[in-house]
């Protein structure tokens, strides 16, 4: 059989705006295809969180470096996803300690190495509180007349 090949087309991912945005963890990844721990180039261990937007859907990939230089960032990260911890409390961070979580982070949009424009979240704060649900008001008694006409299946 002949054909005539034609290379497939790289689609850019699609943009977000920049400015705020509402996240959802959606996957944590700590290994790499072959089950390797991911290493920067540095030496130093990092989490790729693949943080879904939660109005367009759209992905954003967050690297997380897990180095004693960037204590700041990921207190700010645990804070922003509300983890429930102490002052001064000691954890180990691993990949399901972001997954599911949701937040809020400030994306720019910047050059990659490959010139290709990406998104990157540089800000993460907490989420505003949902406004609390009023509970369903309770159906009226039922009269018990009606009852006696109905008919089960």
């Known amino acids: ?3 005539t090949f034609s290379k497939p087309v790289n689609q850019a991912p699609e943009l977000l705006p920049p400015g ?3 996240f959802h963890v959606a996957h944590v990844y700590d290994q ?7 290493v920067a180039k540095t030496g130093s261990p990092y989490l790729k969180l693949v943080c879904m937007d939660a109005a367009t859907g759209s ?8 180095e004693p230089d960037n204590v700041k960032k990921i207190s700010a990260l645990l804070h922003a996803c509300r983890l429930d911890l102490d ?7 691993t990949a399901d300690t972001f997954l599911g979580q949701s937040f809020r982070g400030k ?5 990659g190495f490959d010139g290709v424009q990406r998104n990157r979240i ?29 008919v089960p299946f």
């Open 59 to 66: 992905s954003v990939w967050h690297l997380l470096f897990l």
């Open 32 to 38: 790499d295809q072959d089950g390797q721990p991911l």
């Open 20 to 22: 705020w945005h509402d």
């Open 122 to 150: 540089v800000r993460v704060i907490q989420q505003e509180e949902p406004a609390p649900q009023e509970a369903p008001a309770e159906p009226p008694p039922a009269d018990p007349e009606t009852e006696k006409d109905e």
């Open 107 to 111: 994306v720019e949009t910047n050059a």
């Open 1 to 3: 059989m002949k054909f």
């Open 87 to 93: 002052d001064g409390q000691e954890i180990t961070i």
